[in-house]
């Protein structure tokens, strides 16, 4: 059942990075058609805002992050020693290097990794984590976060990012040029189909919604392949399932970067968003779901 489910959310994590790649070009084709006249290169230079935009992030992708989730590192196991040995046991028994470790001053119980690939990489943990967890439920939590480190979710989620921050430059380009480039458009309407302009704006106007959707799938696939993979690393499904029911009661975290949000174990909002229908897009699965998953292993 666990390596099973391990493979299934795998699967379904490929297809929706392959969705969200296909997205990024269909906009991409979307503004070459508006601003260009021409689609291939449209998507040509989508591809190369894609890969800039990723590198850019899987090279300062822990520095970013950390600064904008006000992390500060602790270097020696004297600073926090409880998590420092929890973090250097689930390191060695996942067989990966010993992650950064970094620890957010936050009242709200919440934990994240992040990086490029097990040798570049980080675990961060509020003070309210720490303060009401034991070390069973601590290693649980840790093991969740190592488990992103060692299935390569960390950069997935970077690479999510990144492609949707590209998205939104190309759809911010397209619609400029759309709304400034009204001289030209009838000039050229003789080359460009009135159907093929609507469909292009119409594309435009969804894409971000799509890549929202899309990291909150992605987002969603890790959670339930984490929960699973921390399980095999530790063996004791208790651990993690009372870890989340602690981290369910808290109270949502302070001063949120929304772009980093669905980075946290649970959802740091709490489900209190500042919108009603921002809950239409919550990057985490309910922690009911995710402990009646835990429960059948």
């Not at 967890?133 to 601590?138: D, I, K, Q, T």
Request: charged fraction near 20%; charge should be negative.
């Amino acid at each position: 059942m666990l390596y099973e489910q391990i493979a299934q959310n795998k699967r379904k994590t490929v297809y929706v990075l392959t969705g969200f790649m296909m997205l990024l070009l269909l906009v991409g084709a979307a503004a070459g058609i508006l601003f260009l006249r021409n689609a291939i290169l449209g998507v040509v230079i989508a591809a190369v805002v894609g890969v800039i935009y990723t590198l850019i992030m899987i090279s300062q992708s822990i520095d970013v992050v950390m600064m904008m989730n006000h992390g500060h590192e602790i270097t020696t196991e004297q600073q926090a020693p409880q998590l420092w040995h929890v973090v250097s046991d689930m390191a060695m028994v996942a067989r990966v290097p010993m992650p950064r470790v970094f620890i957010i001053d936050d009242d709200s119980p919440n934990a994240f990794a992040t990086g490029n690939n097990p040798k570049r990489a980080a675990v961060a943990v509020t003070t309210g984590l720490l303060s009401i967890l034991n070390r069973e439920e601590l290693e649980g939590v840790i093991a969740h976060e190592v488990s992103h480190i060692r299935n390569y979710d960390i950069r997935v989620s970077t690479i999510g990012v990144a492609l949707s921050a590209a998205i939104s430059i190309i759809v911010d380009f397209g619609m400029r040029s759309l709304w400034f480039g009204g001289n030209r458009r009838n000039d050229d309407e003789k080359d460009t189909g009135v159907l093929e302009i609507i469909a292009s704006v119409i594309v435009l106007l969804l894409g971000p919604l799509a890549a929202t959707i899309a990291q909150m799938a992605l987002s969603r696939n890790r959670e339930y392949l984490a929960d699973a993979s921390g399980v095999e690393l530790t063996r004791n499904p208790l651990g993690l399932i009372n870890a989340l029911q602690k981290i369910a009661g808290g109270e949502p975290m302070h001063d949120i970067n929304s772009n980093s949000a669905g980075l946290y174990i649970e959802d740091p909002y709490h489900g209190k968003h500042q919108f009603s229908f921002a809950k239409l897009f919550d990057t985490h699965p309910p922690i009911k779901d995710r402990i009646q998953r835990l429960e059948k292993m």
